[in-house]
């Protein structure tokens, strides 16, 4: 089974990184794991579209200057994960809210690695850094 998703690496204007932790999951490989949010295409999206209506939906902030930054092709156990990753930032005076993860945190660069990543991840986390 092959997934396909758009990650936002939302980077703020003093240079610090959004990272968000996944909840609880019958997938022991991505139960609680740090990513970058984002979710699955829609049919008929381009990958920047999905991923503002994904933030929206997950986090309630608008963003904006959107750039291509990586893709990355992991196989996990169970399916095939496809994730295009873009730098955007949060556009107006919106803060993230929580409506699906754990927690967030605000990370400079050299700080990400502290995370424990789901593993599709990882590969953004070493481009980052």
Known sequence: KKIEVVAGVII????????VQR????????????????????????????????????????????????????VYPDFRLIM????????????PTLTEHLDFKWLHRPDLHRLDWAAADVPIVELLR
């Open 12 to 19: 703020d204007s003093n240079g610090r990184i959004f990272c």
């Open 23 to 74: 909840g609880e999951s019958t997938k022991t490989y991505i139960s609680k794991k740090w990513e970058f949010p984002g979710g699955k295409l829609e049919q008929g999206e381009t990958k920047e579209q999905a991923l503002i209506r994904e933030l929206h939906e997950e986090l309630h902030i608008a963003v904006g200057n959107l750039k291509f930054f990586t893709t990355v092709d992991h």
């Open 84 to 95: 295009h990753a873009f730098t955007c930032e949060i556009i107006g005076n919106s803060a």
